[in-house]
């Protein structure tokens, strides 16, 4: 759980825990008269030099702009020019000028040295319109009569305590500033009387100063800054734009008061994110009373902030509390409503005031991870506010350089702060950033944790990973269960994500019984592969060879019962348990409809006699195995038990009757590679050629009669001294399949090659890189992952493009499949072994330039056309054949074409005039284009038809 921090919400330093005086340090960084450090801190804690002092008073004096200083022809201090406080000579020649500094003597300033409470006092007092001469702040009493003056002003206000002897921080600085801005200026009056002598005397007092003809005072602020004040809850942002609420009491000491019955005004065309101060009591300093141009936004010293999430919360009679503290509420709104009463906190989410929670709802929002800020508005003890940035944590489905899908929304690069390398099937965190009106996207961490305890609570479900509960996202419950290894995504508190990592059968207690031996002795096969003699219990089931039973170890005896007395949330047993299909030379895939996972435990059991084996494979190895060339094998298996992996329920545990052999080779295709050099046969049973892994050019050796050509596919087991072992091939359209791979992901992880389906390059995928060319040559390019710059050409703009890439999918086509093994060209973008679409590029070309583009393409072929049609000479269309059209053609142009039946034409563009011959052309009705109410032919994928017509199979002619 995060911890709680109490702060005065201001200008988020990195110690701004440290800051005492909140709002006079985030005022005097608004006016421009002090800053921060260059690290992000503030060092409230640091002492003010002298030489810094005299800038900041400059600058406040100016307005908050940097005055235009000069210095002396003979400086007036010895200590200043040519030392490292030279770039302050400026501000000291100003500041002595006004009377504000003086030196320390002997013709010294001391630049370095600390300025103390009283000094920096003095100064200010003077900048207020004060005469040091006349108000006895030079002399022996000088700081005796300086303290009481800034008393009397209010200099020391909020710093009761600070010794004014003493060298002054950055922190309290800030305050005296702030003070003397709001202070009011004074000037002197001087006034003749007569004496009771009869004679007359000058008196001469002073007065806080008066302007105009109203006699109005005015603050060194309003005097300097021109700056107005308005005082009210920041209840908006929106972009640029600010919001606050008014209480009469706010209206009251604020500057600009909203119209009659209105209690809201806005701000605009800030240039600083105050999103930190929603929901706080603040001061708008703006210039001239134009709410358009703001000097800056500041927290009042009334707020005590505290920071935690959602979740954490609890209702301890009726006081809110997280982290072992609890705090008061005063209720300030209606529950359930955005205006004034006694139910509800003022409530606040992403910029906006939404309907006010009570303690009980705070409480209750046990499956959130958003942020959550509380805050006492007015410093009475108690929490009147909250504010939420709602935290929303997604899996992304899909990911490209301009935009990803997350939780099924889609987010652009251009549109919204996405972090760099979000990929697919990364967890992303998604919140609203109010000042730039979009969303800030980060990535969310996955680690691999031991899924610890589980338990349901009234209204949630907990989950124990590490030693630490969580509550899971919606109140659902996950995949994983207690003992699990999972992948897991946890936010705020909050477990989104926790899914068992494929292939854990850790907590299964159920073994194969291969022999039975004398003294209630039995041999047991286990999941992990390994076997043991063990006691057998006799309390228990009696065992017999070649059959599974669940187990119980008391001591060193093993207790067996029935494997359909499975207790185990993670695994569910199978009741029929039929390997189907598995028969004849058919490799199993499935039990009982359900698939076998690649890193399912497959436990093999042989008998031959009295002679028992057992071996464990993985489910990989095993779908490799033909029933043929097993001996009396058994197509029902012995046990077999599904689990959820990666979403989806498989068998994950299997237990099969081989027979009377044990298999001593599977063709799992642990590896890929890419035949480069065609088979020649090197001996009575051997083929050697070579093959590229993706690395290296291998020449190998296989025992085979089958030949290996160029371009093949081939998967294997392993290469042991050159000859190449469990070798299967994969050729076009039997294994294989050709495409363009017309996007590729930025951070290579996926493709896709009809602009619909994504294809998933994984850690298991293997990328293979060649270059091929017209001779026939294929030569292996290494490198081992996919590149955007390895997407294929497109024609034109016609959609067609080169085929660039072989591939095998793990599964039948759709969206969202693993690849087993890609093959692209990088070189020449189009792979010269297989079929291309011909394209026809030129403006105007001629019957013969088309007439050779079809018989180029061959007979099941695609003929890109980007210019425009000759009026006749096209050859007839072949059954089978593509021609496309990507440019508007005259009507009768079209109606010239001829083709076979089955032949396909498409228009990507309505033809530039109405059909004029009818029956030519006709819309997916059978309406026809040329008919006595002619019309264009619609842009459309044609067929011809055998009555000698193109028919039309998405548009319609009305």
Same mark, same amino acid.
């Given at each position: 759980?995060?911890?709680?921090?109490?702060?005065?919400?201001?200008?988020?330093?990195?110690d701004? =825990?440290?800051?005492?005086?909140?709002?006079? $340090?985030?005022?005097?960084?608004?006016?421009?008269?002090?800053?921060?450090?260059?690290?992000?801190?503030?060092h409230?804690?640091?002492?003010?030099?002298?030489s810094?002092?005299?800038? %900041?008073i400059?600058? /406040?004096?100016?307005?908050?702009?940097?005055?235009?200083?000069?210095?002396?022809?003979?400086?007036?201090?010895s200590?200043v020019?040519?030392?490292?406080?030279?770039?302050a000579?400026?501000?000291?020649?100003?500041?002595?000028?006004?009377?504000?500094?003086?030196?320390?003597?002997?013709g010294?300033f001391?630049?370095?040295?600390n300025?103390?409470?009283?000094q920096?006092?003095? %100064?200010?007092?003077?900048?207020?319109?004060?005469?040091?001469?006349?108000?006895?702040?030079?002399?022996?009493?000088?700081?005796?009569?300086?303290?009481?003056?800034?008393?009397?002003?209010?200099l020391?206000?909020?710093?009761?305590?600070?010794?004014?002897?003493?060298?002054?921080?950055?922190?309290?600085?800030?305050?005296?500033?702030?003070?003397?801005?709001?202070?009011?200026?004074?000037?002197?009056?001087?006034?003749?009387?007569?004496?009771?002598?009869?004679?007359?005397?000058?008196?001469?007092?002073?007065?806080?100063?008066?302007?105009?003809t109203?006699?109005?005072?005015?603050?060194?602020?309003? =005097?300097?800054?021109?700056?107005?004040?308005?005082?009210?809850?920041?209840?908006? *942002?929106?972009?640029?734009?600010?919001?606050?609420?008014?209480?009469?009491?706010?209206?009251?000491?604020s500057?600009?008061e909203?119209?009659?019955?209105?209690?809201?005004?806005?701000?605009?065309?800030?240039?600083?994110?105050?999103?930190?101060?929603?929901g706080?009591?603040?001061?708008?300093?703006?210039?001239?009373?134009?709410?358009?141009?703001?000097?800056?936004?500041?927290?009042?010293?009334?707020?005590?902030?505290?920071?935690t999430?959602?979740?954490?919360?609890?209702?301890?009679?009726?006081?809110?509390?997280?982290?072992?503290?609890?705090?008061s509420?005063e209720?300030?709104?209606?529950?359930?409503?955005?205006?004034?009463?006694?139910?509800g906190?003022?409530?606040?989410?992403?910029?906006?005031?939404?309907n006010?929670? #009570?303690?009980?709802?705070?409480?209750?929002?046990?499956?959130?991870?958003?942020?959550v800020?509380?805050i006492?508005?007015?410093?009475?003890?108690?929490?009147?506010?909250?504010?939420?940035?709602?935290v929303?944590?997604?899996?992304?489905?899909?990911?490209?350089?301009?935009?990803?899908?997350?939780?099924?929304?889609?987010?652009?690069?251009?549109?919204e702060?996405?972090?760099?390398g979000?990929?697919?099937? =990364?967890?992303?965190?998604?919140?609203?950033?109010?000042y730039?009106?979009?969303? =800030?996207i980060?990535?969310?961490e996955?680690?691999?944790?031991?899924?610890?305890?589980?338990?349901?609570?009234?209204?949630?479900?907990?989950?124990r990973v #590490?030693?630490?509960?969580?509550?899971?996202?919606?109140?659902?419950?996950?995949? /994983?269960?207690?003992?699990?290894?999972?992948?897991?995504?946890?936010?705020?508190?909050?477990?989104?994500?926790?899914?068992?990592?494929?292939?854990?059968?850790?907590?299964?207690? $159920?073994?194969?019984? $291969?022999?039975?031996?004398?003294?209630?002795?039995?041999?047991?096969?286990?999941?992990?592969?390994?076997?043991?003699?063990?006691?057998?219990?006799?309390?228990?089931?009696?065992?017999?060879?070649?059959?599974?039973?669940c187990?119980?170890v008391?001591?060193?005896?093993?207790?067996?019962?029935?494997?359909?007395t499975?207790?185990?949330?993670?695994?569910?047993?199978?009741?029929?348990?039929?390997?189907?299909?598995?028969?004849?030379?058919?490799?199993?895939?499935?039990?009982?409809?359900?698939?076998?996972?690649?890193?399912?435990?497959?436990?093999?059991?042989?008998?031959?006699?009295?002679?028992?084996?057992?071996?464990?494979?993985?489910?990989?190895?095993?779908?490799t195995?033909?029933?043929?060339?097993?001996?009396?094998?058994n197509?029902t298996?012995l046990?077999?038990?599904?689990?959820?992996v990666?979403?989806?329920?498989?068998?994950?545990?299997?237990?099969?009757?081989?027979?009377?052999? %044990?298999?001593?080779?599977?063709?799992?295709?642990?590896?890929?590679?890419?035949v480069?050099?065609s088979?020649?046969?090197?001996?009575?049973?051997?083929?050697?050629?070579?093959i590229?892994?993706?690395?290296?050019?291998?020449?190998?050796?296989?025992?085979?009669?089958?030949?290996?050509?160029?371009?093949d596919?081939?998967?294997?087991?392993?290469?042991?001294?050159?000859v190449?072992?469990?070798?299967?091939?994969?050729t076009?359209?039997a294994?294989?399949?050709?495409?363009?791979?017309?996007?590729?992901?930025?951070?290579?992880?996926?493709?896709?090659?009809?602009?619909?389906?994504?294809y998933?390059?994984?850690?298991?995928?293997?990328? *293979?890189?060649?270059?091929?060319?017209?001779?026939?040559?294929?030569?292996g390019?290494?490198?081992?992952?996919?590149?955007?710059?390895?997407?294929?050409?497109?024609?034109?703009?016609?959609?067609?493009?080169?085929n660039?890439?072989?591939?095998?999918?793990?599964?039948?086509?759709?969206?969202?499949?693993?690849?087993?093994?890609?093959?692209?060209?990088?070189?020449n973008?189009? %792979?010269? #072994?297989?079929?291309?679409?011909?394209?026809?590029?030129?403006?105007?070309?001629?019957?013969?330039?088309?007439?050779?583009?079809?018989t180029?393409?061959?007979?099941?072929?695609?003929?890109?056309?980007?210019?425009?049609?000759?009026?006749?000479g096209?050859?007839?269309?072949?059954?089978?054949?593509?021609?496309?059209?990507?440019?508007?053609?005259?009507?009768?142009?079209l109606e010239?074409?001829?083709?076979?039946?089955?032949a396909?034409?498409?228009?990507?563009?309505?033809?530039?005039?109405?059909?004029?011959?009818?029956?030519?052309?006709?819309?997916?009705?059978?309406?026809?284009?040329?008919?006595?109410?002619?019309?264009?032919?619609?842009?459309?994928?044609?067929?011809y038809?055998?009555?000698?017509?193109?028919k039309?199979?998405?548009?319609?002619?009305?």
């Amino acid at each position: 759980m995060l911890s709680v921090m109490v702060m005065g919400a201001g200008a988020a330093f990195s110690d701004q =825990d440290k800051i005492e005086n909140t709002e006079a $340090v985030d005022a005097c960084i608004a006016l421009n008269i002090i800053g921060g450090y260059e690290d992000g801190s503030y060092h409230p804690e640091r002492n003010i030099k002298r030489s810094e002092i005299t800038k %900041m008073i400059c600058v /406040a004096l100016n307005g908050g702009k940097e005055p235009n200083v000069g210095t002396n022809v003979t400086p007036t201090f010895s200590d200043v020019r040519g030392t490292s406080a030279a770039w302050a000579e400026g501000y000291i020649e100003s500041c002595v000028a006004q009377g504000i500094v003086s030196g320390v003597g002997g013709g010294r300033f001391s630049p370095n040295g600390n300025v103390t409470g009283t000094q920096l006092a003095k %100064m200010l007092l003077v900048s207020l319109g004060y005469n040091a001469d006349t108000e006895g702040f030079v002399g022996n009493a000088w700081a005796t009569n300086v303290n009481v003056v800034a008393s009397q002003k209010g200099l020391y206000e909020g710093l009761e305590s600070m010794d004014t002897s003493a060298a002054i921080t950055r922190d309290n600085a800030s305050q005296m500033v702030w003070n003397a801005l709001n202070a009011y200026e004074v000037e002197y009056k001087t006034t003749i009387i007569t004496g009771e002598d009869g004679k007359l005397e000058t008196i001469v007092t002073v007065q806080d100063k008066v302007v105009g003809t109203t006699s109005d005072k005015i603050t060194l602020l309003k =005097d300097k800054y021109n700056a107005w004040v308005n005082v009210g809850t920041l209840t908006g *942002i929106s972009s640029n734009t600010i919001t606050i609420t008014m209480s009469d009491a706010d209206k009251a000491v604020s500057d600009l008061e909203p119209a009659s019955g209105v209690n809201t005004v806005s701000f605009s065309k800030l240039t600083t994110d105050y999103s930190n101060l929603l929901g706080q009591k603040v001061k708008v300093m703006f210039k001239d009373g134009k709410v358009n141009e703001v000097l800056g936004v500041y927290a009042t010293s009334d707020n005590t902030v505290y920071t935690t999430v959602a979740n954490a919360i609890d209702n301890d009679n009726g006081k809110i509390k997280f982290d072992d503290n609890s705090y008061s509420v005063e209720y300030t709104k209606v529950k359930g409503n955005t205006t004034n009463g006694t139910t509800g906190l003022a409530t606040y989410r992403d910029g906006e005031e939404v309907n006010a929670l #009570d303690v009980t709802n705070l409480a209750n929002m046990n499956s959130s991870a958003d942020k959550v800020i509380l805050i006492d508005t007015n410093d009475n003890g108690k929490i009147d506010t909250v504010y939420f940035t709602t935290v929303t944590v997604a899996k992304v489905t899909y990911a490209s350089a301009s935009q990803i899908v997350a939780g099924g929304t889609t987010y652009k690069h251009a549109d919204e702060n996405i972090a760099d390398g979000i990929a697919k099937n =990364d967890w992303v965190i998604i919140t609203e950033n109010a000042y730039n009106n979009n969303k =800030d996207i980060a990535k969310a961490e996955m680690t691999k944790a031991t899924i610890q305890g589980y338990k349901d609570e009234t209204t949630y479900h907990q989950y124990r990973v #590490d030693g630490t509960w969580y509550n899971t996202a919606d109140n659902k419950k996950l995949d /994983a269960k207690a003992g699990d290894t999972a992948n897991v995504v946890l936010v705020n508190g909050i477990i989104f994500y926790a899914d068992k990592v494929s292939g854990t059968a850790d907590s299964l207690d $159920v073994a194969l019984v $291969v022999e039975v031996g004398s003294f209630n002795q039995a041999k047991l096969a286990f999941v992990d592969g390994t076997t043991k003699t063990v006691t057998i219990d006799t309390t228990g089931a009696t065992p017999n060879g070649g059959t599974v039973y669940c187990y119980e170890v008391d001591g060193d005896e093993y207790k067996l019962s029935a494997l359909t007395t499975l207790d185990n949330d993670d695994y569910t047993l199978l009741t029929t348990g039929t390997i189907d299909n598995w028969s004849s030379t058919a490799t199993p895939t499935t039990v009982d409809d359900k698939a076998i996972d690649d890193n399912a435990k497959v436990v093999l059991y042989t008998k031959n006699g009295t002679v028992a084996d057992s071996k464990l494979i993985t489910g990989k190895q095993f779908k490799t195995v033909k029933f043929n060339s097993l001996t009396s094998a058994n197509a029902t298996a012995l046990g077999a038990l599904t689990s959820t992996v990666a979403g989806i329920e498989k068998v994950s545990v299997l237990f099969v009757d081989a027979g009377t052999k %044990m298999p001593d080779s599977f063709q799992s295709n642990a590896n890929y590679a890419y035949v480069v050099e065609s088979s020649y046969t090197s001996s009575s049973d051997y083929k050697t050629y070579s093959i590229f892994d993706g690395e290296k050019t291998i020449e190998v050796t296989e025992k085979t009669s089958a030949s290996r050509a160029v371009g093949d596919i081939i998967g294997y087991e392993s290469i042991e001294d050159g000859v190449i072992k469990d070798v299967t091939l994969y050729t076009a359209g039997a294994g294989y399949t050709v495409g363009a791979l017309r996007g590729i992901d930025a951070d290579g992880k996926g493709f896709t090659v009809d602009g619909k389906d994504h294809y998933n390059v994984t850690a298991d995928t293997k990328v *293979i890189l060649i270059n091929s060319d017209d001779s026939g040559d294929q030569v292996g390019v290494p490198g081992n992952a996919l590149s955007a710059d390895y997407e294929a050409d497109e024609i034109g703009d016609s959609g067609y493009y080169y085929n660039n890439a072989k591939y095998i999918l793990d599964g039948a086509p759709g969206d969202d499949v693993d690849v087993k093994i890609v093959v692209v060209d990088v070189v020449n973008n189009k %792979m010269a #072994d297989v079929a291309q679409p011909v394209a026809v590029e030129t403006a105007n070309p001629s019957a013969t330039a088309i007439n050779d583009a079809l018989t180029a393409a061959g007979s099941n072929g695609t003929v890109v056309v980007t210019g425009t049609l000759p009026a006749s000479g096209v050859s007839q269309i072949g059954a089978g054949q593509t021609l496309v059209l990507t440019s508007a053609q005259k009507a009768a142009n079209l109606e010239a074409l001829t083709a076979a039946a089955n032949a396909t034409l498409v228009l990507q563009q309505a033809s530039t005039d109405d059909a004029t011959q009818e029956g030519k052309f006709k819309d997916k009705t059978e309406t026809d284009y040329g008919a006595v109410t002619a019309g264009k032919v619609k842009a459309d994928t044609y067929k011809y038809q055998s009555g000698n017509y193109w028919k039309g199979t998405t548009a319609t002619k009305s």
